[in-house]
Protein backbone atom coordinates (compact mmCIF):
# COMPACT_ATOMS: atom_id res chain seq x y z
CA UNK A 1 0.00 0.00 0.00
CA UNK A 2 1.62 3.57 -1.13
CA UNK A 3 1.80 6.50 1.55
CA UNK A 4 -1.16 8.92 0.72
CA UNK A 5 1.37 11.44 -0.09
CA UNK A 6 2.85 9.48 -2.96
CA UNK A 7 1.02 10.81 -5.87
CA UNK A 8 1.31 13.92 -4.78
CA UNK A 9 4.99 13.81 -4.80
CA UNK A 10 4.67 12.33 -8.17
CA UNK A 11 2.43 15.03 -9.66
CA UNK A 12 5.66 16.92 -9.66
CA UNK A 13 4.49 19.43 -6.63
CA UNK A 14 6.95 21.15 -4.72
CA UNK A 15 7.50 20.42 -0.90
CA UNK A 16 5.13 22.65 0.91
CA UNK A 17 7.14 25.45 3.17
CA UNK A 18 10.85 24.44 2.25
CA UNK A 19 12.62 25.89 -0.74
CA UNK A 20 14.11 23.18 -2.60
CA UNK A 21 17.29 25.12 -3.19
CA UNK A 22 17.78 26.50 0.57
CA UNK A 23 20.00 24.58 3.20
CA UNK A 24 20.63 25.95 6.79
CA UNK A 25 23.77 26.73 8.07
CA UNK A 26 24.65 24.19 11.28
CA UNK A 27 28.35 25.00 11.15
CA UNK A 28 30.02 27.69 13.44
CA UNK A 29 32.90 27.84 10.99
CA UNK A 30 30.14 28.42 7.95
CA UNK A 31 28.96 31.48 10.46
CA UNK A 32 32.66 32.88 10.82
CA UNK A 33 33.54 32.57 7.39
CA UNK A 34 30.12 35.08 6.05
CA UNK A 35 30.89 37.27 9.16
CA UNK A 36 34.50 37.95 6.80
CA UNK A 37 32.59 38.33 4.04
CA UNK A 38 31.01 40.86 2.07
CA UNK A 39 27.67 42.74 4.09
CA UNK A 40 24.79 45.05 3.73
CA UNK A 41 22.72 46.41 6.41
CA UNK A 42 19.42 47.66 6.22
CA UNK A 43 16.86 48.85 8.91
CA UNK A 44 15.04 45.46 9.16
CA UNK A 45 18.04 43.70 9.42
CA UNK A 46 22.14 42.68 8.54
CA UNK A 47 22.96 40.70 5.98
CA UNK A 48 26.87 38.93 5.13
CA UNK A 49 26.85 36.94 2.04
CA UNK A 50 29.80 35.19 0.69
CA UNK A 51 30.08 32.81 -2.55
CA UNK A 52 31.90 29.42 -1.24
CA UNK A 53 33.37 28.68 -4.58
CA UNK A 54 32.57 25.03 -5.30
CA UNK A 55 29.88 24.56 -7.92
CA UNK A 56 27.03 23.70 -6.07
CA UNK A 57 23.12 24.39 -6.69
CA UNK A 58 22.14 24.66 -3.35
CA UNK A 59 21.56 28.04 -1.54
CA UNK A 60 22.97 28.07 2.00
CA UNK A 61 21.40 30.49 4.88
CA UNK A 62 21.91 31.06 8.53
CA UNK A 63 19.62 32.81 11.05
CA UNK A 64 20.97 34.51 14.03
CA UNK A 65 20.05 37.31 16.59
CA UNK A 66 22.03 38.37 19.75
CA UNK A 67 20.54 38.94 23.11
CA UNK A 68 20.44 42.99 22.07
CA UNK A 69 16.84 42.11 20.52
CA UNK A 70 15.63 40.57 23.38
CA UNK A 71 14.73 38.12 25.76
CA UNK A 72 14.25 34.05 23.84
CA UNK A 73 11.15 34.57 22.67
CA UNK A 74 11.32 37.37 21.40
CA UNK A 75 15.10 36.45 19.40
CA UNK A 76 12.77 33.23 18.38
CA UNK A 77 10.39 35.08 17.03
CA UNK A 78 12.43 37.65 14.81
CA UNK A 79 14.25 34.15 13.67
CA UNK A 80 10.90 32.90 12.29
CA UNK A 81 9.93 35.93 10.25
CA UNK A 82 13.78 36.03 9.10
CA UNK A 83 13.19 31.97 7.87
CA UNK A 84 9.47 33.24 6.43
CA UNK A 85 11.31 36.22 4.44
CA UNK A 86 14.80 34.08 3.48
CA UNK A 87 11.91 31.98 1.87
CA UNK A 88 10.03 34.03 -0.24
CA UNK A 89 12.80 35.85 -1.79
CA UNK A 90 16.30 33.93 -1.18
CA UNK A 91 14.64 31.17 -3.27
CA UNK A 92 14.05 33.77 -6.61
CA UNK A 93 16.60 36.59 -6.00
CA UNK A 94 19.56 34.38 -4.35
CA UNK A 95 22.41 32.98 -6.04
CA UNK A 96 23.53 29.41 -6.00
CA UNK A 97 26.60 28.36 -4.36
CA UNK A 98 26.06 31.28 -1.97
CA UNK A 99 26.11 31.31 1.73
CA UNK A 100 23.88 34.50 3.45
CA UNK A 101 23.38 34.85 7.59
CA UNK A 102 20.70 36.89 8.36
CA UNK A 103 21.13 38.93 11.56
CA UNK A 104 18.22 40.12 13.19
CA UNK A 105 17.95 43.91 14.53
CA UNK A 106 16.79 44.93 18.14
CA UNK A 107 13.63 46.74 17.93
CA UNK A 108 13.05 46.71 13.84
CA UNK A 109 12.77 42.77 12.98
CA UNK A 110 9.81 42.38 14.85
CA UNK A 111 8.27 45.42 14.51
CA UNK A 112 8.74 45.97 10.80
CA UNK A 113 6.17 45.16 8.24
CA UNK A 114 6.63 42.04 6.91
CA UNK A 115 6.45 43.12 3.33
CA UNK A 116 9.02 46.36 4.00
CA UNK A 117 11.05 43.10 5.25
CA UNK A 118 11.09 41.16 2.19
CA UNK A 119 11.62 44.53 0.47
CA UNK A 120 15.04 45.41 2.70
CA UNK A 121 16.38 41.52 1.40
CA UNK A 122 15.48 42.16 -2.09
CA UNK A 123 17.84 45.39 -1.70
CA UNK A 124 20.43 43.85 0.55
CA UNK A 125 21.26 41.12 -1.95
CA UNK A 126 20.81 43.77 -5.10
CA UNK A 127 23.60 45.47 -3.21
CA UNK A 128 25.62 42.51 -1.99
CA UNK A 129 25.68 41.05 -5.69
CA UNK A 130 26.49 44.49 -7.94
CA UNK A 131 29.95 44.31 -6.13
CA UNK A 132 30.84 40.95 -7.80
Request: overall charge positive; aromatic content about 4%.
Amino acid sequence: MTPPEAPAAQAGNTPPAVSVCLEVLKKRSDFLAAARARRQGTKGMMVQARHRGDDSDTIRVGFTCSKKVGNAVMRNRAKRRLRNVARQVLSHEGRAGWDYVLIGRADATIDRDFAALKTDLSSALKKLHSAS
